[in-house]
């Protein structure tokens, strides 16, 4: 040891340790292995998905990162309208074949509904109307006097309910030439007519109709119109004197001879008659309510689903079980 001033000091030895390469650089390398895998994975997961999605999802997808608040706010047709689970996409993920929208699902059940109904009522107006032809036929079959004429008494049933039509024959002619007095063996079927309509609860559209055969005075005195139309009025109240209520009464109209029942030959004795329409559901709602015009058959029905809707109670709660709280 050297000394200074008599005194020791202690030597240092200093010893410079070399970093050793510590397995290449030591751990770092892991790190940036471990960020490489997951970036991978993360890759191909994506690239998985892509591949398994249907092209409305894509097509939804893509125009959702275009203006992803258009989409979020109005979504609608192109922004996941299929089974995406991005807002403005629908509401029901389990669909494969895309989503509509909301309005779109309400048109199309109640276009469903109003076919149901459409057919519900053809199929109940249908039974409805056969039933009061069949009572029509057993109140003539009843009385001897009328079943002369049957062949006179023609009925079928139409989209607006059931067509009675009693038309002239040369020898049994409900009217007698150029007059609306209603001859007596008419009367009898009218009044047995009015009865069956009334317990049947049938609305009726009357209207007169004649042959082809002008007055002298032509069109602009005393004509077929006016003919007619006495004949149907003539004819409305014999069907009151036999049962038929005044408010069953829809119209009562008179045809001339713009709608001959023989179209071969307008001047035939068939051409003379009577029209009794007994109206179903849809056709009481045509021509009810006094318009001028009837309404259409999609209106008719709109107006019977909403008032069908309306009438629908509300489910009864079932009564608590025994022992229960109220």
Known sequence: MATTSGKLQPIIIKRVKKAGHGGHHGGAWKIAYADFVTAMMAFFLLMWLLGSTAQGDLQGIAQYF??????ALTGG???????????????DLQRTNGNVRSGEIEAEKRNFSLQALRAEIAAEDDLRMRDIKMRIEKAVEAKPALQA????????????GLRVQIIDDQGRAMFNSGSA????????????????????????????????SAYGGGERGYSNWELSADRANASRRELVVGGLSEDRMVRVMGMGSSVPFDMADPLAPMNRRISILVLGR???????????TPISEAQALEQMLTRKEAATPAPTPSPPATGAKP
């Open 66 to 71: 275009q203006s992803p608040l258009k989409v």
């Open 149 to 160: 004429l049957k062949q006179q008494l023609r009925m079928e049933v139409t989209p607006d």
């Open 282 to 292: 849809l056709g009481q709602e045509r021509w009810a309510r006094g318009h001028d």
């Open 181 to 212: 007095r209603v001859n007596d063996h008419m009367r009898e079927l009218l009044r047995s007519l009015g009865d069956v309509l009334n317990t049947a609860n049938g609305r009726v559209v009357l209207s007169g109709h004649t042959d082809a």
């Open 77 to 91: 047709s192109g922004s996941g309208d299929s089974s995406s689970i991005l807002k403005g996409g629908g509401r």
